[in-house]
């Protein structure tokens, strides 16, 4: 697992448990505009946001290999998921690959199409990038008292007071 520096995580809010991670991993695709399905990770140990940077991490317990079915597309998340949150897209994004042709290549970029054409652009390092329909990433919420119960996570936009879990 790659370490979060300790000066990294004292600007950060940090929480732990897959509950809530789960909840603050749907809020963030959710505010940064992204499909809802787009990380459909389990096992969260641990998430982490930078307000001043947009950085972001995610921890959980084993690396998840996904198949998105109307896609036919295969992506790999790791361990570690790292990568900084903005309007619109996750750049500089570390530990999710996706499979072309025999082997696994790195994701760098995640974003919705400038103009809203319902696009999603997937760019790798290796300067490829490629677009799907950013409905096959969307997965349909479940309305559940569940959510209630859980602690109020405002993210990218902030609210006058936050709630830290250290």
Partial sequence: MA???????????VYYDDEICQQC???????????????????????????????????QKKRIDHVFQS??????YGTDITGFAEKGRI???????????????????IALDEPKTGKL??????????????????????ETMDCILLKPVVLMERAPQVIKNN
């Avoid at 370490?3 to 809010?13: G, N, T, Y």
């Avoid at 140990?45 to 940077?53: A, I, K, L, P, R």
């Avoid at 896609?71 to 790999?76: A, F, N």
């Avoid at 652009?121 to 479940?142: D, L, N, R, V, Y």
């Fill in 3 to 13: 370490l979060i520096a300790d000066e990294v995580k004292a600007k950060a809010e």
């Fill in 121 to 142: 652009i997937c760019k790798s390092i290796a300067g490829f990038s490629k677009t799907f329909p950013a409905s096959a990433f969307h997965i349909p919420e479940k």
């Fill in 25 to 59: 991993t749907k809020l963030l695709l959710k505010e940064a505009g992204l499909p809802n399905g787009l990380l459909p990770l389990k096992d969260i140990m641990e998430c982490g946001y930078v307000e001043e940077t947009g950085f972001v991490w995610l921890k």
């Fill in 71 to 76: 896609l036919g597309r295969w992506v790999s």
């Fill in 91 to 109: 750049k500089k994004v570390k530990g999710i690959k996706t499979r072309e042709l025999m082997i696994w290549v790195p994701v760098e970029e």
